[in-house]
Every structure is written in structure tokens, then in C-alpha cells.
């Protein structure tokens, strides 16, 4: 009985193992390896056989930026793994806001999207979250006879949150104007998005 248990727990430590290796290669092992492709030809990137292997990697990035994707990445699994601390959900959420708050001016210094209009998104996109953790973290510590306050808080998210979906709505539109459209230049439609989500 006692081997029988031993075993049993041998092999979950043996599962645990692989799924941990597995998780590793996954999110780890086989980004960086694309980084460091990309990397070696790094000045080679605009030529064709490359950007069709490779271009969705890089091509809405300033060239000085070809590897900004896969600091987008690397932030995720710095998020997944800061949800999976044993910390307390509070600190949790502060330990997200910390990163994300360092990604948000890292960004905003070197915006490193091609297009204006790529930088805001993704730059706003990043505020919302920050802000929807932080109104949360908000309504929780609100006593009880201030409840109010959280409601206005969660009021003020949820537009700040449906200001942003129509910046999304907008763009996408245009987008797919763009598609259908062979009669207006990219670059006019480009600035009129631009125009059109400032005025939002």
C-alpha cells in the first residue's frame, strides 16, 4: 500500500514535470527563438522572402522596434504567472498594475507602432485595464456608507471603457472600408481615422 502510494505520487510529480517543461517551451522557448531569428536578420527585414516568413511579426512596428511583439508577449506570461502567485488576490492586482503601469510609459516614450493610430490603442487599451484593476481595488477598501463612491467609480470605468469600444468600432470600420475600397489612397483614410478617434 505504501509503494502502491509512493508510486501514484511519482508519477503526478512526473506529469507535473512534462506539463511544466511543456509550459516553458511553449511560452518561453519558442518565442525566444523566433526573437533571436529575427535578431540575426535584423537588417534583412524588408526583404521579400523574410517578410513573408516573418512580416506579421514586425511589419506594424517602427524598425527599430522589430522585436516589440514579443515584448508583448513576455508581458502576458509575466501577468500569468503574477495571477498565479500565492499573494492574496489584492496583491495580485497590484503586482498586474505595477507591470502594466511600467509597459504604459515604456510605450508612450518610445511609441513603437508604425501608425499614430496603432500607439493610442494600444496605449489606451492599457490605461482601461489599469483603470478597470484599480476602480475594483477601489470599490473593495470603500466602506459600506461610502458605497456610493464605488458606484460612481464603476459609472466613470464603464464609460471611460465605452469610449474606448467606439475608438475600436471606428477603426475597425475603416478598416474594412479600406478592403473594398481602391478609389481613396490608404494614407487620406489612415489620417481620417486618425481625425475621427481624436474627436472621441
Do not use: C
Not at 502567485?85 to 502594466?100: A, M, P, Q, S
Not at 469600444?165 to 475603416?174: H, N
Amino acid at each position: 500500500s505504501t509503494q502502491s502510494r509512493s508510486s501514484a505520487a511519482s508519477d503526478v510529480y512526473k506529469r507535473q514535470a512534462i506539463s511544466t517543461f511543456g509550459q516553458v517551451l511553449i511560452l518561453l522557448v519558442i518565442p525566444g527563438i523566433s526573437l533571436l531569428t529575427l535578431y540575426i536578420r535584423r537588417n534583412r527585414l524588408n526583404n521579400d522572402d523574410n517578410i513573408l516568413k516573418y512580416g506579421f511579426l514586425y511589419l506594424d512596428y517602427k524598425s527599430n522596434y522589430f522585436f516589440w511583439e514579443f515584448i508583448v508577449s513576455f508581458l502576458k506570461i509575466i501577468l500569468i504567472f503574477a495571477s498565479l502567485l500565492d499573494i492574496g488576490l489584492r496583491f495580485k492586482l497590484l503586482t498586474i498594475v505595477i507591470f502594466l503601469t511600467i509597459y504604459y510609459y515604456i510605450s508612450a516614450e518610445l511609441r513603437p507602432f508604425v501608425h499614430k493610430i496603432s500607439n493610442d490603442l494600444n496605449l489606451e487599451s492599457t490605461s482601461v485595464f489599469i483603470s478597470t484593476i484599480i476602480v475594483s481595488l477601489f470599490a473593495q477598501a470603500v466602506p459600506k456608507h461610502l458605497r456610493i463612491l464605488s458606484y460612481l467609480a464603476y459609472i466613470f470605468m464603464a464609460l471611460y471603457s465605452i469610449k474606448f469600444l467606439l475608438k475600436l468600432i471606428v477603426l475597425f470600420t475603416y478598416e474594412k472600408y479600406i478592403k473594398v475600397s481602391d478609389k481613396i489612397p490608404r494614407w487620406k483614410i489612415i489620417l481620417w481615422v486618425e481625425k475621427s478617434i481624436t474627436l472621441l
